[in-house]
Each structure stands twice: as C-alpha cells, then as structure tokens.
C-alpha cells in the first residue's frame, strides 16, 4: 500500500495494460485471434458478481469470496456479449479481431441519449477518452432486460482493437 | 400522547427495509420522515447497485427503491412524511411535529435510521452560488430534472463524487475535471474508468484553491498539495467552470442518538462520531436500535441489511419471532453484510464496525 505509483487504475482511473492482462478476465491473443471474444475490464476486488450469472454458457466465474476478480474461461465464451450490459460497472466490452479484413468489432455499453445511428460515424475514443480513430456504428440493442443500458457495435480500424473503448459523447453541437 | 409499538425514523434504505421486516412479523410499525416522499436518497441512484443477486445487484437504486415501498404498503406499515421529529426523551417518547402540529408520540422500541449529511469543505469563494454538495447535485439532476450547471468542477473522487460525475454528464452537463486531494483515486476503478472514457480527466493530489466569480462561480482554482496536504506555490491552475460540487464525504446524523444518551464513538472509516451498538443493531441505550449510515456511513446496500437487522431484532424483542427463526434470518442478513464488507474497499469498514460491537461488549456485557 506504501508503494508510490503514478499509473494504473488507482491514480489514473484507468486500468494499465499490464493490469489487464495481469488480471483473470483479459482473453489471451491466441484467443482473440479466434474471434469474437468477452473481454473483462474489472481489475480491484469489489464486491460484485451479476456477470457470473449473465453468462449462459458458464465462461465467467466469480465464487466466493464475492471479491474475486471475474475469471473468463475464454474457450467457454463464445463471444455472444450477452454479458455487456449485465456489469454494474460496465466493464465488459467485446472484441471480435476476425470482423473483417481491415476492421475489428468492439461492443461496449452505453448510457447516453441520444443513442448512435447505425451506419452513421463516430469518433471512437480509447480508455482515457482521447479520440482515436473514426468507427462505423454497426447495430445498437436495447431491451427491457438491459434495463436501459444500450449495447453498441462499433467497426474501427483493427490496429486500434487493444484501445478503443467508446465512442465520443454526441452532445449535438460537437460530434454531428 | 400517541403510542405506537415501533417508531423508525428516517424512511431511507435502512428505515424501509427495518420497517418492512418488523411488520412482517407482525408488529405495528410507524415510519416517520420529515421529507415529503420516502426514500431517502435511494430514488436519485439511478445506476446499477453492486453485489450479489441477494443484494439485488445490478438493479438500479431507483428501481429497489420502488420495491421497498411496496413491500411497505404491503406490510401495513404506517407512514407519516412531513414528520420532523425533533427530540428522543427519556421512556422512548419522541417530540414531533406532524402536520403543522407538535405532538409526542411514545414507542416501546425505537430504530434511528437518521442517515448522514454531506460534508462541506471551504475555500475562498464557497459560499458563492453554484458551490454545491454532490449529493444535491444529484437530487436536482435525478429527482428534479434541474442541471445545476453547464461545466461542472466536482471535488472528491470517492463513489459518490465518481458516480455524480457520470450522472452528471448523462444528464447532458459538461465536467471539467474531478480534483482529489490523495493521491489515489478513493472510489472504485470502474466508476473512475467510466467517466475517463468520456473523456473526464481525474487529477489526484490537487484540491480547489478558490472559486472565483462575481455573483455566481465562474471559475475555479485548483492546485497540488503536497503529502501534509498543503498547496504547493505555483502549482495553480484555473478551470472555466460554472458549478463546483463537492463529494467531501459524509457525517452520520447522530443528533438523536446523542439525545437519546446513545454512547457514540469516533470512528473516521464510518464517517464520524457513530452510536456505539451491538450484533442486534441495539445502541447502548436499551430499546433504541440504530440502522444505516447514522450507524457507520456505508452504501444503500449495507443500510438494507442492517435495517432488516433492527428490525428483527425489535420484532424478536417484542415477542413477533421465535429466537430460532431470528437466528436464521439474522445469520443470513449476517452473511451478505460480511459480502459487502470483505475486499481493498471494504476491509476498513468492517474493522472499524467491529470495534462499535467490541465497545457494546465492553460496555453493556454479551447479549
């Protein structure tokens, strides 16, 4: 606890990439190479276990103690992202590296009005916010079951698969 | 003198959930608060709650509140809003003022789910408008509709100023930055991360210098402070921002329980000076149960819990439960309290919790 440290989740707000792939929820690149994949952003132990259950096929495990970090069993998941909007700390993003020749597929939640258009674009945005590349909105769902959280697909360029997080708010005025 | 058998005040989280379970043994049960609609602070949560599905995790706040008051009405607990309750005596008699008109009710046991208020800090400037607790923000955006401001400069970046910000720019507000004077960010890592992918940056180590502004905040001037957490010279920078929310903290509202001669300890962890109690929620004045933030500041979901806790152990007392179900029940309750204080953020809390039971022990003996 004494330790001085200037980046990583505690100091920035943002989970470092040695964080995630040090914790049990990041798929492994071999993995993500496959296809479509659950990536779990979730890095402190919290109490907090929805996403356990929100996955049918039984690919993330949190037991108990409700504190310990989800575990994604990766050949389990089979990259649904049903698991998206379940997460309380909306955490959970997917990330499919085969959507295309020259694009990759993030989905991630979102609880902001208005909602994107698909087909429309957007500025993508990276874990800090900074906007990164332009990405083409591929389908948004809503469902009672979400209870407001809307899941986005968004397609950007596939060097950007390991940053890109969200899209840019759209305050009309700025972002079209 | 009206009479009732239970008199729980405070219709939050802990004061629903303490009613609800002693009705439902069958107790009558009155509920008092002094604002005109029950919830406490429940109904502006309007993010997904944390925990397990026992803890209704990943129901949004406002939604379990709606349950709660259901589940009130449905128990046939009575409830009187627009009840300021301004003196616990001797005998259990509680000074009220109901309806416009004073009156003293005595109640056989009593529940104090008073709850906390939000800490001011000050600076140049903090009386200007637009300085404003996170948590009114909070009501203005959420109960009210009412965006407090455009660019908004929050202090603090434990839960409540973390979550604020975020509901803060859902309702369509801008926020400049959120300042924290530790080093580390105090709430959880997904909060912080949600409202950095907005783009929100969070700068720890600094604090507001002063809030600048004619008859209203125009600006603000936050600066680093250093590790005896004073400002260190020309570190200053100044941010265009129209509202300053402060998320400091809060204090539990303990006047009640201090009338009442509720032995009280500070404890910082829990917010403060907080009624010193036992396993059952009793406090060491016999009859006078305490529940919630008053009983040590948590979240709602701690407060539920432990308001179910009062009320068993009251409807136990007064004979509605057998000693083996309420032991049940009450293990039960036990267990997902414990959920909710093990981990980096709860480990402190649950420490300092048991130091409140040791006190009892020490004080009043086992029991």
């Known amino acids: ?176 | 003198m009206l009479e009732t058998e239970i008199a729980v005040i405070g219709a939050g989280p802990a004061g629903l959930s303490a009613a609800i379970e002693a009705a439902q043994a069958g107790a009558k049960v009155l509920l008092i608060d002094e604002n005109a609609k029950p919830g406490g602070q429940l109904f502006k949560q309007i993010h997904k709650f944390f925990g397990s599905k026992a803890h209704r995790a990943g129901v949004r706040g406002i939604d379990i509140g709606r349950q709660l008051l259901q589940e009130t009405r449905e128990s046939g607990v009575k409830v009187w809003l627009n009840c300021v309750v301004w003196g616990l005596f001797e005998d259990k008699v509680l000074g009220i003022v109901h309806e416009g008109k004073s009156d003293s009710i005595k109640a056989k046991k009593i529940i104090l789910a008073t709850g906390a208020s939000e800490n001011a800090v000050s600076f140049p400037g903090w009386t200007l408008p637009g300085v404003m607790g996170a948590g009114a923000a909070q009501t203005m955006i959420n109960i009210h509709r009412v965006l407090p401001g455009k660019r908004i400069l929050m202090l603090g970046s434990g839960n409540v100023g973390l979550i604020v910000s975020y509901q803060l720019l859902q309702a369509g507000a801008e926020v400049a930055a959120v300042v924290e004077a530790a080093p580390k960010i105090g709430g959880y890592g997904v909060h912080a991360s949600k409202i950095r992918r907005a783009g929100v940056p969070i700068i720890t180590s600094h604090t507001i210098k002063e809030v600048i502004g004619e008859s209203q905040v125009e600006a603000a001037v936050i600066a680093a402070v250093n590790k005896e957490w004073s400002l260190i010279p020309g570190t200053e920078k100044t941010l265009e921002v129209d509202t300053v929310c402060i998320a400091a903290g809060l204090t539990p509202l303990a006047e009640l329980a201090w009338m009442a001669g509720c032995e009280c300890m500070y404890l910082p962890e829990l917010g403060g000076y907080v009624p010193i109690h036992n396993e059952k929620m009793e406090s060491t004045i016999r009859g006078v149960y305490v529940a919630g933030d008053l009983a040590g500041v948590e979240e709602a979901s701690c407060a539920m819990e432990e308001g179910r806790l009062a009320g068993l152990s009251v409807a136990e007392e007064l004979g509605y439960l057998e000693e083996h179900e309420v032991k049940r029940r009450r293990e039960e309750v036990v267990e997902r309290l414990k959920a909710l204080r093990i981990g980096p953020f709860g480990e402190q809390r649950d420490k300092a919790k048991q130091k409140l039971v040791q006190a009892w022990q020490k004080k009043l003996g086992q029991g």
């Open chain 1, 1 to 176: 606890m004494a330790k001085e440290i200037r980046s990583g989740i505690e100091v920035t707000g943002v989970a470092s990439i040695e964080e995630l792939k040090n914790s049990p929820g990041f798929p492994s690149e071999k993995r993500l190479k496959k296809g479509p994949v659950a990536v779990i952003e979730c890095v402190q132990e919290i109490p907090c276990d929805p996403c356990e259950k929100a996955c049918p096929f039984g690919a993330i495990k949190v037991g108990k103690p409700i504190t310990n970090l989800p575990v994604l069993y990766e050949d389990k998941c089979v990259g649904c992202g049903r698991c998206i909007p379940f997460c309380p700390g909306l955490a959970i993003f997917l990330v499919d590296t085969t959507f295309s020749e020259t694009e990759a597929l993030i989905k991630f939640p979102y609880e902001y009005l208005p909602l994107p258009k698909v087909n429309s674009l957007v500025d993508a945005v990276d874990r800090e916010g900074k906007v990164v590349a332009k990405a083409k909105v591929v389908k948004v769902e809503t469902s009672d079951k979400y209870d407001h959280t809307a899941v986005i697909s968004i397609a950007i360029p596939k060097r950007f698969v390991h940053e890109v997080r969200g899209i840019a708010l759209n305050r009309g005025d700025k972002n079209g």
